[in-house]
């Protein structure tokens, strides 16, 4: 019942920008945190950005001075900002989120992740 769905992926030149989106749906009660990952070809899925239902913001050092996660205006979204994308940022991106959710049994901590959306940076 709880769905995360990410959005604004695609191809861009090296150097443009791309706005990523997720939204968080579902018997949420609170948010602890959410946050990017991304899997490139042959490489490790890794930790791109993260925030705190408090605000604090990590980011991996790869994309610091790039990249801006935030939350969004709606309830239970969250952005990644991304610019001056470079070809090694291609991967796809994953949206995952630490909720307290409200099920049938009961409530849980859970963490969930969505489909993936893929982000192409072309030289």
């Known amino acids: 019942q709880v769905q995360l769905v990410e959005s604004g992926g695609g191809l861009v030149e090296a150097g443009g920008s791309l706005r990523l989106s997720c939204a968080a749906s579902?018997?949420?009660?609170?948010?602890?945190?959410m946050g990017w990952y991304r899997q490139a070809p042959g490489k490790e899925r890794e930790l791109v950005a993260d925030?705190?239902?408090?605000?604090?913001?990590n980011y991996a050092d790869s994309v610091k001075g790039r990249f801006t996660i935030s939350k969004g205006n709606a309830k239970n979204t969250v952005y990644l900002q991304m610019n001056s994308l470079k070809p090694e940022d291609t991967a796809v991106y994953y949206c995952?989120?630490?909720?307290?959710?409200?099920?049938?049994?009961?409530?849980?901590?859970?963490?969930?992740w969505g489909q993936g959306t893929q982000v192409t940076v072309s030289s």
């Open positions: 995952n989120a630490e909720l307290l959710t409200a099920q049938r049994m009961g409530v849980r901590n859970g963490d969930y």
């Open positions: 579902g018997s949420i009660l609170s948010i602890n945190a």
């Open positions: 925030i705190t239902g408090g605000g604090r913001a």
